[in-house]
């Protein structure tokens, strides 16, 4: 039969092919700019403020023209402008609370401590979301692990994983990154000895903050732990190195061979570490080990000793995960933005030089008198405040939340600059940009004047469960490192703070190492 001349089944697929090309195109015109638009109105009368988007890309452009290490400052200077310079830009004109977009998705930006007080005042820590854009995107790095968990399984997490980091575990971790470090510090002292001075200590420290980290989440210290954390780090800077469009509706087609890459990467990575457990769980002494994922193990555990299932095996998967990202990065970056600053103020290298000889001596290194470093405390606050390791905390609405007269919609996400808040003057004083670990001294908030404008490890009941371990991996490496070395800048360091999920030197931290 034949319409017009032209077969059915030809016509079929004539209306076919038209019927789908107007559904896709109806749908990529309510996607990028119908609901975006709609939303844009939603929250200008409720009455928020910000730059004005272009959908589909929302306010990416202008974020966009500052590429990694893009910019070499001073050393003293304010980084604020250089790392964000769009947020430093439109705080000017919108002030410190605003909404930006990223794609179709609002943000809504703040870096004033009363606003975020007054915020959270209104909403329990587990309902508490994280924004979905940042969800998909970054599921082959968390899986949904406690960085990314909602509601009760986040409630149900956490009560089993902060346990994990009590002094009592971390105590027994100790010895184990005495071990990691100590190999660190001969490699450098064999180094120096042999006439090369100039050591890039960035990559140095996260070499070795990956080495506990494997070793503290699952035990692994040999090849495979090597393997497990070059996998990481490759697929982190797939994510994060590569020009994506993330929060534009279809985005990932635009960078399709990337979105690919780093999903088999996950995919390999789960795979490992799929295996690692299974070994774990088949060998039957994973109760006897206390490093993270034996905790957990332990935990699937009911006081019969019949197994119950409190963490599947997926789960298990992401939170070691979890564990290793939220765990390596942060903490060498803050020994390496610690180092700088020592290297700048050789006053305070030696203050702390001092204080380990008054406090350790030539005793054992022990975790009973790590506490009692309190120079060396007051110093990593103020290392964290310049240089937030982790620049800034994301959390999405998942109710209406009331502040004053403003509501900030259900679904909107929430973006809190941390540098922001840690540089402004208005906070801090007009020594905001100087390193001065003294505020710190009998202040646990560094003499800012609002309890909210010091966040390093974030807020509320979601605060880092992981800053012990932090603090204890910190005040060991430390102790080690200074008992042998003065450290000194080098001629060949740019600074240029820049942010790759962590606020990291763009270009390394060369240092000049020299023996004591
Ligand atoms: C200098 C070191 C570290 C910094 C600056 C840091 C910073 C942060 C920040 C800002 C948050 C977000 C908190 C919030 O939403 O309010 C966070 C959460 C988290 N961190 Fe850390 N962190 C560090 C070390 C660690 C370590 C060593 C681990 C684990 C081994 C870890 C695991 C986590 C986890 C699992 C969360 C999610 C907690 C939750 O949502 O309940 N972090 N961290």
Partial sequence: MEILGLSVALVAFISITLGLSLYLLITLVYCWWISPNQRLQKLKRCGFGGPTPSFPLGNIKEMKKTSFGSSIVDLTQDIHSTVSPYFSS????????????????????????????????????????????????????????????????????????????????????????IESSSKMVDRWVSQVNSGTHEIDVEKELIANAGEIIARASFGLQDERGKTVFEKLRTLQAKLFMTNRYVGVPFGKFFCI???????????????????????????????????????LLEANHSSEGKLEKTFSMRELVDECKTFF?????????????????????????DQLRNEIKEVVGDAELDFNILNDLKKMKMVMNEVVRLYP?????????????????????????????????????ALWGSDANEFRPERFMDDANGGCKHKMGYLPFGFGGRMCVGRNLTFTEYKIV?????????????????????????????????LIVEPL
Avoid: C
């Fill in 90 to 177: 439109w705080q000017k004109s919108h002030g410190k609370v605003f909404i930006y977009w990223v794609g179709a998705e609002p943000f809504l930006y703040i870096a004033d401590p009363e606003f975020l007080r007054k915020m959270s005042a209104e909403v329990l820590a587990k309902t508490w979301g994280k924004p979905d854009v940042f969800r998909k995107d970054r599921h082959p790095m968390f899986g949904n692990g406690l960085v990314m968990a909602e509601g009760d399984k986040w409630i149900s997490h956490r009560h089993v994983i902060a346990p994990a980091f009590s002094p009592v575990n971390l105590k027994a971790m100790t010895s184990m990154m």
């Fill in 389 to 425: 390791p982790s620049p800034n905390v994301q959390r999405q609405a998942t109710e209406d939340i009331k502040v004053d007269n403003l509501t900030i919609p259900k679904g909107t996400n929430i973006w809190f600059d941390l540098v922001g808040m840690h540089r402004d003057k």
């Fill in 257 to 295: 061979k990337n979105t690919i890459e780093a999903k088999k990467l996950g995919d390999e990575i789960d795979k490992f570490l799929f295996s690692i457990i299974k070994d774990r769980m088949d060998s039957n002494n994973e109760k006897s080990k206390k490093d993270l994922l034996g905790l």
């Fill in 478 to 510: 430390l102790t080690l490192l200074l008992s042998k070395f003065r450290f000194k800048l080098s001629p060949g360091y740019r600074h240029s703070p820049a942010i790759m999920l962590s606020l990291r030197p763009a270009f390394g931290l060369p």
């Fill in 325 to 349: 990202f939220g765990g390596y990065e942060t903490t060498a970056l803050s020994l390496t933005w610690t180092l700088l600053l020592l290297a700048m103020n050789q006053n305070w290298q």
